[in-house]
């Protein structure tokens, strides 16, 4: 079965940092671009980040510029999203999705995917 597998969420302070996973399972990602997107309850899910297929380039969100750091590592079939000095607007449910080539993600991140996860619950609170 072909799908991906986020985790690494949880509730963290004002300041504080989450790493998220987003893990293949019954295909690789080595020739997949990866997104992050994000959802909060009563809004419209928003494209966090996303990594090209080459893991060359990278696109942030301005929202998220700076604190967010999104990578790869293919020899563990998973794609990371740190995060560092989150804020209460970031509490929300994380999905990863993937979209076979895009070998540069510099202009756009890809707006069609193949494949998404279940999500991630972060929640930003004190």
């Known amino acids: 079965q072909l799908q991906l597998v986020e985790s690494g969420g949880g509730l963290v302070q004002p300041g504080g940092s989450l790493r998220l996973s987003c893990a293949a399972s019954g295909f690789t990602l080595d020739y997949y671009a990866i997104s992050w997107f994000r959802q909060a309850p009563g809004k419209e899910r928003e494209g966090v980040s996303c990594?090209?297929?080459?893991?060359?380039?990278?696109n942030y969100a301005d929202s998220v510029k700076g604190r967010f750091t999104i990578s790869r590592d293919n020899t563990k079939n998973t794609v990371y999203l740190q995060m560092n000095s989150l804020k209460p607007e970031d509490t929300a449910v994380y999905y990863c999705?993937?979209?076979?080539?895009?070998?540069?993600?510099?202009?756009?991140?890809?707006?069609?995917?193949?494949?998404w996860g279940q999500g991630t619950q972060v929640t930003v609170s004190s």
């Open positions: 990594i090209s297929s080459s893991g060359g380039s990278t």
């Open positions: 999705a993937a979209i076979l080539g895009w070998p540069t993600v510099q202009r756009m991140c890809p707006v069609e995917y193949a494949y």
